[in-house]
């Protein structure tokens, strides 16, 4: 069977690390896109010339034309403008949503029956603008966030707890933003949620919203350490395992930004939910039952990504 075709469009510091995860894990060849030139070829020539060293076979190029993305079965989207310190992701809306309409044209162009994985930000917002600029069918486009933050708390945990963090499980629900809502009680470490470890005294409720806080504070805490980009080494992880379910069918039960219709009462709408990965794409939405805190804190989320879309439109009315 010939390889998967995997396109990366934006060759940054998270395209650069998706090229190199996609090839250790051999999911497929590699294309880099990005308008920069030199910038996708180099980092496809470098990763290149790891394989020897690491053993893996991937054909990997780099391009400035859509041209090269033709075929792609997975196109992961990071072109755009990241975050520096002092901005949220909010910040970015403008410059990231004419990207969005760049972009969503050359995949309808050249990759229309590919799985699209989007990571730029402000990412709910951005992941609708997306589908709509592209006309791919919804399930086809999915927005990463929820598989980082959700590891972000899994790591917050693990290291509290002293556990491995293969042992702590997690749920992050909603926008990819400050409104993001960890759930705690469907948050477990071996199957024991952590409102049961409140009980059983592992950490009080007070440490545990520390944590939580943290959590949803975890881009801007490496922004803040950086200084001149935001974080690559676990967005493009998160990814790339989404590529994976998919490409490989595994059906995987992951948070990802997906196209809500009537689901959690929302239609046409990308949130954080979990959603199910495999060869047809999102194949399911799984709803969970919320208490009425977090129903409160979920709609509290809608509506800022509510917001941003509104935003969108007043730039590009065709969104509407
Ligand atoms: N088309 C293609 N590529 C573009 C375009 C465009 N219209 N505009 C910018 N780019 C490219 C840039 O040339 C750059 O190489 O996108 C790349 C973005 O890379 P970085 O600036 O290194 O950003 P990165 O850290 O990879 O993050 C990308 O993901 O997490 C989000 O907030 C983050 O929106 C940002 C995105």
Redesign the pocket.
């Known amino acids: 069977m010939a390889r998967a075709k995997i396109a990366l ?9 998706l090229a190199h995860l996609a090839g250790l894990k051999e999911l497929g060849d590699i294309v880099l ?4 030139e030199g ?2 070829q180099g980092k496809a020539l470098d990763i290149a010339q790891s394989a020897p060293v690491e053993g893996f076979d991937a054909r990997l190029s780099g391009a400035n034309d859509y041209a090269a993305i033709e075929g792609a079965d997975v196109c992961i989207v ?6 520096k310190p002092g901005m949220s ?1 909010d910040d ?1 809306l403008g ?2 949503l ?2 969005m309409e ?2 969503g044209a ?1 995949i309808a162009k050249y990759a229309p029956n590919a799985f699209v994985i989007c ?5 709910d917002a ?1 992941v609708w603008a997306l589908q709509k600029f592209s006309g791919l069918p919804k399930n086809k486009v999915v927005g990463m966030a929820g598989v980082l933050d959700s590891a972000r708390f899994r790591h917050f945990l693990a290291d509290e707890f002293k556990v491995s963090v293969e042992d702590v499980t997690a749920f992050v629900l909603g926008g990819h933003g400050d409104t993001m809502v960890p759930l705690t009680r469907y948050s477990t470490v071996a199957g024991v949620p952590l409102t049961d470890l409140v009980k059983m005294g592992w950490l009080t409720a007070e440490r545990l919203e520390e944590i939580v806080q943290r959590t949803r504070d975890g ?1 801007a805490e490496i922004v803040g350490l950086l200084k001149t ?4 080494y676990a ?1 493009a992880a998160s990814a790339i395992v989404m590529a994976e379910s998919y490409l490989k069918d595994k059906k995987r039960v992951l948070p990802a930004a997906a196209s809500l219709k009537g689901e959690y009462g929302q239609n046409d709408l990308y949130v954080g939910v979990p959603v199910v990965i495999g060869a047809a794409g999102v194949e399911r939405v799984i709803e969970i039952e919320l208490n009425g805190d977090e129903q409160t804190q979920f709609t509290n989320s809608v509506n800022s990504v509510k917001g941003l879309m509104e935003a969108c439109i007043g730039i590009a009315p065709n969104l509407k």
């Not at 990071?78 to 975050?83: C, D, H, K, L, S």
């Not at 980009?229 to 690559?232: H, I, P």
């Open positions: 469009i934006g060759s940054g510091m998270i395209g650069g690390t896109f990005d308008i920069a910038t996708p990071t072109a755009g403008v990241a975050r992701r970015l410059i990231n004419k990207v760049q972009v050359g990571i730029t930000n402000p990412l951005m881009g980009g935001s974080a690559y967005p």
